[in-house]
Nanobody, 129 residues
Framework: QVQLVESGGGLVQPGGSLRLSCAAS????????IGWFRQAPGKEREGVSC????????YYADSVKGRFTISRDNAKNTVYLQMNSLKPEDTAVYYC??????????????????????WGQGTQVTVSS
């Protein structure tokens, strides 16, 4: 059974940093494209960052480029999202998602938008002074 468990969220002041973790079980990350999404109150869920399962290329939403970094540790079967220079507008529930197969980042985002991937339960990130 595919399971994704996020952790690392919390309350941080503007300009601060957090590192989110997504631990996968029941499958090997090597075989999956994986990424992070977020949903703020009253807004639709949006793709934040993801890693292609074809070539390891990455995608970042314009709003987080230069501030967030996605990485994966296959030995730990875990994906991370390092978030620096956090802003109040980064406040949201952050979700990890995964799709099995060889996908580009664009394909991954499309599949997840259709609801065809696996989701974690989410972790709350609040950026406030």
């Amino acid at each position: 059974q595919v399971q994704l468990v996020e952790s690392g969220g919390g309350l941080v002041q503007p300009g601060g940093s957090l590192r989110l973790s997504c631990a996968a079980s029941g499958f090997t990350l090597d075989d999956y494209a994986i990424g992070w999404f977020r949903q703020a109150p009253g807004k639709e869920r949006e793709g934040v960052s993801c890693i292609s399962s074809i070539d390891g290329s990455t995608y970042y939403a314009d709003s987080v480029k230069g501030r967030f970094t996605i990485s994966r540790d296959n030995a730990k079967n875990t994906v991370y999202l390092q978030m620096n220079s956090l802003k109040p507008e980064d406040t949201a529930v952050y979700y990890c998602g995964a799709v099995r197969g060889f996908l580009t980042t664009g394909q991954f985002l499309s599949v997840m938008a259709l609801g065809s991937g696996s989701w974690g339960q989410g972790t709350q990130v609040t950026v406030s002074s």
